[in-house]
């Protein structure tokens, strides 16, 4: 009986589309061999260290092959030539040993500053609070309402029918609402994001941003914060395999002025009668 193909093509073409397919959910809009566009202001220093380090690194590589292949040929093997007997060179050691440790040094320090301004200082009080909860295979997206806080977030809270883990009776959440895989950042103005998972681990990855965080179930992540600068429409991706439709895990994000920024926002917040009629959710308010 004779096949089509050889078993040996069909894995090269198995393999192949494994390759294409990859491990993440984006698909590049544009820039597809560099960087994409950076829009974000932490992206400045991430690009800037990307640059040195690649500038960096080079130039080593193309001074340490070129000496190499210079040092073969003219110590290669010929006949009636002896080899040359080194017992090496303490100045020669300190040197290439004294340039890389200082240049590594001022890597550490210069990204440890950085990542302090990204991950470990308080986001800016005036932030706008976005919580993003993952989930097989979306995004549960919430806002706050005209107070501009958000009802208070419990990890061990979450569940499947309360995937941001909030208490119903929270003032601060009764005018919150929420989209599915949609969202929209106002430009130049701080949002301080709250990330979690309902199932397994899910990661918020927004390339254009520089910014990825995994979002590990069991936590809240209330420490990631960006401002972007540009305006224009994203693809927020799932960076972890977490499953089956792992590949379709996109969100629709765009960043927009201000101003049309809060149009959106007043389009989709409950109104308060239909909210109490249409809510699932018992609205209990103090004093009632
Ligand atoms: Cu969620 Cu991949």
Redesign the pocket.
């Known amino acids: 009986m004779r096949f089509l193909f050889s078993r040996v093509q069909l894995l090269t073409l198995a393999l192949l589309g494994l390759a294409i397919s990859g491990a993440?959910?984006e698909i590049r809009q544009t820039s597809v061999w560099w960087l994409p566009r950076n829009v974000t202001m932490f992206g400045h220093e991430i690009d800037f260290i990307f640059y040195v380090i690649l500038i960096l690194t080079g130039v080593t590589a193309v001074a340490v092959f070129s000496t190499m292949i210079y040092f073969i040929v003219k110590y290669r093997a010929r006949p009636g030539v002896s080899a040359v007997h080194s017992h090496g060179n303490n100045t020669l050691e300190v040197i290439w040993t004294g340039i890389p440790v200082f240049i590594f040094l001022a890597l550490a320090i210069y990204g440890n500053e950085q990542w302090t301004q990204m991950r470990l200082k308080t986001p800016p009080a005036d932030a706008l609070p976005v919580a993003v909860i993952?989930e097989?295979?979306g995004w549960n997206v919430r806002y706050p309402g005209a107070d501009g806080k958000l009802a208070k977030m419990t990890a061990s809270k979450v569940t499947k029918e309360n995937p941001f883990g909030v208490d119903p009776a929270d003032p601060a959440g009764l005018d919150d609402f929420t989209t599915y895989g949609e969202l929209v950042f106002p430009v130049e103005r701080p949002i301080r994001l709250y990330l979690g998972s309902k199932d397994?681990?899910?990661?918020f990855y927004v390339p254009e941003f520089r910014l990825y965080q995994d979002m590990v179930p069991g936590r809240i992540y209330d420490f990631v914060w960006l401002k972007a600068e540009q305006t224009g429409k994203f693809q927020l991706a799932?960076?972890?395999?977490?499953?089956q439709g792992?590949y379709k895990?996109f969100g629709k994000l765009s960043v927009v002025p201000q101003s049309e920024y809060e149009a959106w926002a007043k389009g989709k917040a409950p109104q308060p009668t239909a909210a109490r009629e249409t809510s699932t959710v018992p609205v209990v308010m103090a004093g009632r």
């Open positions: 993440q959910a993952g097989q295979f397994v681990i899910h990661a799932c960076n972890q395999l977490c499953g792992h895990m």
